[in-house]
């Protein structure tokens, strides 16, 4: 059964972040709010965690295009190739923020990653996902929670997230209703900007 912790933006508290993190850490999963839609996320360098993350989401896992989620744009020259000034201001103007930027990768992917050409980089206006992936060191893998409602098509309500996911995750954050727009996904890989999806982001 998923343990569920209350964290609020306002005052996010560092123990219970921790205790995300140690979760992250030994391969775990976790439901996690954004300035978007509740997503679920694990460790990108954890293999075990990626296929169960790509197991939830019916997938395999060499087809899955998880996002990664990060808490600011260093992490860009880990994944990416270079990419040109406008491209960098374009991100450093709109993060962080609602989009998913998809950028070409580089050869230093993660292991789960390996043989993908692009990647989508994600940096939310959120504390309690900038917290967490600050304290692991790193990134975490992130894909967005659907709902199998025709007309929602994002859960808000963190209580039926418990109900759907809770032998599925290792821990739920309670960080109140969610938003149930998703981010808007902004393709780079040319040098100029083409939105994939209209989100929450608004170039």
């Known amino acids: ?64 295009q998880f996002s990664i989620m990060c808490n600011d744009l260093s992490h860009l020259s880990a994944f990416t190739k270079p990419i040109n000034t406008a491209v960098f201001r374009l991100l450093k103007n709109h993060v962080p923020g609602p989009f998913t930027f998809i950028l070409e990768a580089n050869k230093n992917l993660p292991l789960a990653y390996k043989g993908n050409k692009t990647i989508g980089i994600r940096v939310p ?24 409602d025709e007309v929602i098509e994002y859960t808000t309500d963190p209580e039926l997230i418990v109900e759907k996911y809770d032998h599925l995750v290792d821990i739920v954050i309670d960080s109140g209703y969610g938003d149930n727009l998703a981010s808007t996904i902004v393709d780079v890989t040319s040098g100029e900007p083409e939105i994939i999806r209209e989100g929450k982001g608004v170039l």
């Open 1 to 64: 059964m998923a343990k569920i912790l209350k964290i609020y933006p306002e005052n996010p508290q560092e123990n219970l972040i921790n205790e995300v993190v140690k979760t992250l850490e030994n391969g775990g999963l976790i439901i996690y709010p954004s300035d978007t839609v509740y997503a679920l996320g694990c460790d990108i360098n954890n293999i075990k965690a990626m296929e169960k993350l790509a197991q939830i989401k019916k997938i395999r896992l060499d087809k899955a």
């Open 125 to 148: 206006d959120h504390p309690i996902p900038q917290l967490i992936v600050e304290k692991l060191g790193h990134p975490i893998a992130s894909t967005s929670i659907k709902d199998d």
